[in-house]
């Protein structure tokens, strides 16, 4: 028998026994191959941007690993970023950072930057169908070297980047406008303290200040979405981050910004997979940063485990995908930029589809109190054929079911990114 007709009969076979338990496999695929999943840009050059006084990367961030063969210029990341896009089924969004402008070796300084900058990448968008998503960058810069940006004591600095998010904005809108489809700007910045500050009050009240200044300019929302993205603790300011959860989930309900929930920046035996039905009951909608947290790192590539079926089973049962925007950040330079990439969005894929195929009989358990009958079904649902549906996804979708993308993305290794110096 081909792989083909394999994938094929096994998908049959799979179909009758979810069938058997009240789902529908078809309703499921059709649903999956339209949730758009935001690729990161910064996973294909270790968040370096194409600035061209490109600096250290600061502000807490770090990518380790020397893999080789990392995009250096812009046409080089749309190529990875195709090269990705054609081992993953569906089609996707790209979420690009202000330092990814091309900027003509020209040095553009983050208060100059405009939506010009960016039609290569717009123009790119265009022809593929793609959705982009932008980030103002509050790092890697030398007004962001103490580690305090929008809430900085100092009123020019913060003026500084209270322009560069403002401009952001525009960016984002300008990519909304072309591509008929929102881009949701995140705002992170890495403001925090090493040591234990003496007043956290003072920056909290700065940084509110200054992103309602950033916000000032009404924007269409069909153009786009402002998120703002709250972190625990990063490098250098393990004792306070002035933009903590508590912070940013006050700011956006009273200012009717999206939360960015990133699945790194939390206590690490909390999950954001909780967070979205209580999010969900203030806020219209969520942008999710998955990601996955090791120890004292929020960015490792995302894997199929509990925590990622968790976050796409509460996604699907709660908010949808309307609600709540699905977008990967990580940043791992150890093994090929490429397939980080593309694990990462199979992956959450493969959790959603886990999700979709959720048997009713679970809910209908804990409906009826039978939290026996819950735990039972829970536990053997994990072992139905969800893999069989995958593959017809794949398939269906012309990209290669399994492990089959790995033999494509090492002959790019051979012939393209191998051979950058
Ligand atoms: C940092 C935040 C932020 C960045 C990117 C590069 O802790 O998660 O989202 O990772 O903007
Ligand atoms: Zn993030």
Redesign the pocket.
């Known amino acids: 028998m081909s792989i083909a007709t394999t994938i094929a009969t096994a998908y049959d076979i799979a179909a009758d026994r979810y069938a058997a338990i009240g789902v529908d496999t078809e309703q499921a695929l059709q649903t999956l191959a339209v949730i758009p999943i935001s690729l990161?840009c910064?996973q294909g050059d270790d968040?370096q941007g194409f600035e061209s006084a490109g600096g250290s990367l600061g502000?807490?961030?770090a990518v380790t690993g020397n893999y080789p063969g990392r995009a250096r210029t812009p046409a080089e990341l749309r190529a990875d970023l195709d090269a990705a896009l054609t081992l993953i089924p569906g089609r996707h969004r790209v979420n690009l950072?202000a330092s990814y402008g091309e900027f003509g070796g020209r040095p553009v300084d983050r208060d100059q930057i405009e939506p010009g900058h960016f039609t290569g990448w717009i123009d790119w968008a265009q022809e593929r169908g793609l959705g982009l998503d932008f980030?103002p960058t509050c790092f890697a810069h030398p007004k962001a070297a103490d580690g305090f940006t929008l809430a900085h004591a100092d009123a020019g600095i913060r003026s500084f980047w209270i322009e560069h998010c403002r401009r952001a904005r525009r960016i984002g809108a300008a990519f909304g406008a072309a591509l008929g489809t929102p881009c949701v700007t995140?705002v992170?910045v890495?403001d925090g303290f090493k040591d234990t500050p003496a007043d956290r009050l003072a920056p909290r009240e700065r940084l509110a200040a200054a992103l309602d200044e950033v916000f000032r300019e009404p924007l269409p929302p069909e153009q786009l979405r402002d998120a703002v993205?709250p972190?625990l603790f990063?490098i250098g300011s393990e004792s306070c981050t002035v933009g903590s959860a508590e912070f940013y989930l006050g700011y956006c309900i009273t200012r009717g910004k999206l939360l960015?929930l990133?699945a790194?920046?939390f206590h690490p035996t909390e999950s954001i997979a909780d967070k979205l039905s209580s999010v969900l009951l203030y806020l219209p909608e969520i942008l999710l940063?998955v990601?996955r947290g090791v120890r004292w790192d929020?960015?490792h590539v995302v894997t199929l485990g509990d925590d990622l079926f968790a976050i796409a089973r509460e996604v699907i049962a709660t908010g949808g995908p309307e609600r709540i925007r699905i977008g990967l950040?990580y940043?791992d330079a150890s093994i090929h930029r490429v397939a980080a990439w593309v694990i990462g969005v199979r992956n959450m894929q493969k959790a959603l589809l886990a999700a979709l195929l959720e048997p009713p009989a679970i809910r209908a358990a804990e409906a009826a109190g039978d939290l026996t009958a819950r735990l039972a079904l829970q536990e053997e649902a994990k072992m139905l054929p969800v893999g069989a549906v995958w593959d017809a996804f794949c398939e269906r979708h012309d990209v290669a079911a399994g492990e089959g993308w790995l033999a494509a993305v090492r002959s790019y290794e051979r012939d393209v990114t191998g051979r950058r110096a």
């Open positions: 990161h910064w968040v502000g807490g961030l950072h980030n995140n992170w890495p993205e972190k990063g960015c990133d790194g920046h940063h990601s929020s960015d950040d940043f």
